[in-house]
């Protein structure tokens, strides 16, 4: 019984400490960290962290990859959009981005492109940068799964930044 508890003590601080997969942001600029949500689990979890610039300062990309290339984040590809696009793009009156997510492998059978909900803090033209990184999402109840789950958000003026993560199933 003794051994059990202990394990149980020590899968708990396991699976809730504060060390995630993407855990490199939380210290990045932490003193312009404006949002933070940090939801983690036994199966998966999500971050969300956005940034704002001091005045006279900006993020660059190439920093910014340069940072997520040390952390075994690889840059795919980009898309810009334009505040018009976003306008109606709300979750309960509020903000959000939808996250183009490939949840299968694309030689699966089932290969489709879904998307994962995540609130937006920029309201600007921005562009949106999707990374593989070492974690994997999994379909539920399938083997199929994807590692370009990493997000940057740029405001088009280089002032804003969000980062979104996720893993796990």
Not at 74 to 99: H, R
Not at 125 to 149: P, Q
């Amino acid at each position: 019984m003794k051994k059990i508890l202990i394990l149980l003590i020590i899968f708990n601080f396991i699976s809730c400490s504060k060390i995630t997969p993407s855990g490199f942001w939380l210290n990045y600029e932490t003193n312009l960290i404006t949002e933070k949500q940090n939801d983690q689990g036994p199966f998966g979890g999500t971050l969300s962290i956005n940034w704002i610039a001091d005045n006279g300062s900006e993020f660059k990309i190439k920093e910014l990859t340069e940072l997520t290339f040390e952390n075994d984040w690889k840059l795919i590809d980009s898309t810009e959009y334009k505040k018009a696009e976003l306008t109606n793009i709300t979750e309960s009156g509020k903000p959000n981005i939808n996250l183009p997510l490939k949840n299968f492998k694309p030689e699966s059978k089932n290969s489709n492109t879904e998307s994962k909900s995540f609130p937006r803090w920029i309201e600007t033209d921005f562009t949106l940068y999707r990374f593989k990184t070492n974690w994997h999402i999994f379909e539920s109840g399938t083997d199929d799964s994807t590692n370009e789950n990493g997000f940057i958000l740029l405001s088009s003026d280089n002032k804003k930044m969000t980062v979104y993560h996720l893993w796990g199933e």
